[in-house]
C-alpha cells in the first residue's frame, strides 16, 4: 500500500471507479425505467397523461439547473462530503418516491431526486480524475464509467418491466435503496477528498446561478412540451424569450465574478469547445434516432417492454467492449481519429437503420445495436478526457458539470427535434401514399383494411427519415471531431502533487 501511495497510485483505484459507477448507474436507470411505470401511475392516481409528464419533465429540468451548481460547489467545499450527500439523498427521495399517494408528492419527490442526482456526474469525473493519476489508466476509467450512461439507458426496461409487471410501480423505486446504501458506504471508506485547499462558499456566484438556472429551466421545459405546446405557441414564445434574456444577463454576469459558477475562459480552450461541440451534435443525433425504437418495436411488432430490454442487451455490452477499446487507442492515436472513425461507423448503422421493416427479426435489431455500440462507446473516453484534461484541477467539477449539461440538453433537443420530424413526416407520407394508392375495391372492410395500411406504411416510412436525419447529425459530429486536438497538459501533474503535499 505505501509503495502505491508513494509512487502516485491509489490503493484502491478500481473499487473507487466500481464505488462510482454504482451510483451513476442508479442515477442514469432511474432516469429510464421510470418512465416506463408512468402507465401504472396513471392508473393509481387517477391523472390524465397530460399531468403524468410532469413526473418526467420536472426530474429532466430540476436535474439542468443543478448540475454546474453542484460542479462549483464540489469544487469550493470539497467533493466527497457532497458526494455522500448526493448518494445518501437519493436514497432517501427513492424511498419517498416510492410512497407518494398522489401526483403532488411524486413531483416533490422526483424534483428532489433529480437535484441529488445531478450531484453525481460533475463530481464522480472529479474523483476518477483525482484518484486515475496514470494517464492511460485514467482513459480506461473514463471509458468504463462513460458506457455506464448507455449500459443504464438499456437496462432500464429490461429491469424495469419485470419489476412493474410482477410487483408494482413502486418498486422502482425501492430498488434503489439497498444498492444505494451499498455506494454510499464503499464511498465513505474507499473515496478520498480530493479538494486539499477548501476555498468555501463565501464568493459563491448566486445571482449567476439563478439566471442559468432560470435560463436552462426554461429551455428544456420548451424542449419536453413544445410540441404539445406547438413551437410558436405563446407558451413557447415566452419560454424563447425568457431563456435569450436570462442566458445574456449570465454571461453578464460570469465576467464580473470572481468565483463564476461557469467560468467562460474554459471555452477558449479549443480542446474544450471542440469536444463539447463533438458531444452535443453526438448525442442529439443519437438519442433523437434510437429514442424512438422501442416506440416501434412495440407499436408496430408487438414486443412488451421486457422483450424490449432484451433487444437492447447486444448494444449494452458491444458499449463497454467499445469503451475500454477506445480507451487504449487513445493513449497510442490522436484522440481525434479515434472519434472520428466511430461517429462515422455509428453513422453508418444509424442509416442501415433506415431501412428499418416489419419483417425484421429481434437477431438483426440486436446485430444492428451491437454494431452501433461499437462506434459509439469508441468516443466516451477520449471526448470525456479531452473536455477536463485541460482545465486546472480545482475546477474539474465545473469542466464536468459543462460536459454534464451539454449532452443532457442535447439529448433533449434530439428527442424534441426528432419527435417532430416524425410527427411531420407521418402527415406527409400519408399524403404521398394516398397519392400513389389505386384501390381496385368497394368491399368496406378491404377498405377499411387498405386505409390500415396506408397508415402503417406512412408510420414506417417517418421512422426510415428519422433515421437518415439522425446519421446525418451523426457525421456532421465526425467532421466535427477531427478538429479535436490531443492535450499535452495532464491536470494530475504537477499541480495536483502541490495541492497533496508532495
Known sequence: MKDKEQKGIHPHEWIVLLTVMIASFLGRLDGTVVNLALPKMISDFGITVSQASWISTAYIIANAIFVPIFGKLGDMIGRKPLYLFGIIGFVITSMLAGLSANLSQMVIFRILQAITVSIDYPLALSIIAFTFRDRAKRAQAMGLWSAVF???????PLLGGPLIDNFSWRSVFYINVPIGIIGALMAMKFIEEP?????GIKNFDIFGSLTLGLSLGTLVLVLD????W????????????????SLVLFIFIEKRQKEPVVDLKFFAIPEFSISLIASFITFMGMIGGLFLLPLF???????SVTKTGYLFLPM????MIAAQTGARLVTRFPPKYIVSSGLVWAAFILYLFSGIDLTWSQVHF??????????LGFTFAPLTNAAIATVPHDEVGVASSILALVRNIAGAF???????????SVTSNLIAVNKYSIINTLNPQALQQAAYLMVIKANIASFEIVFKVSAVFTLIGAAVALFLKESKKDFQGEDNMTEMGM
Open 195 to 199: 479538494v486539499q485547499k477548501i476555498r
Open 230 to 245: 406547438g413551437w410558436l405557441s405563446f407558451n413557447s414564445v415566452i419560454s424563447y424569450i425568457i431563456t435569450i434574456v
Open 150 to 156: 448507455g449500459v443504464a439507458a438499456v437496462f432500464g
Open 414 to 424: 434530439g428527442v424534441a427535434i426528432f419527435a417532430t420530424v416524425l410527427t411531420d
Open 316 to 319: 449494452a455490452l458491444g458499449m
Open 225 to 228: 412540451q413544445g410540441q404539445s
Open 366 to 375: 440486436s446485430i444492428l445495436l451491437f454494431a452501433f455500440a461499437l462506434g
Open 297 to 303: 418495436v412495440q407499436n408496430y411488432l408487438g414486443y
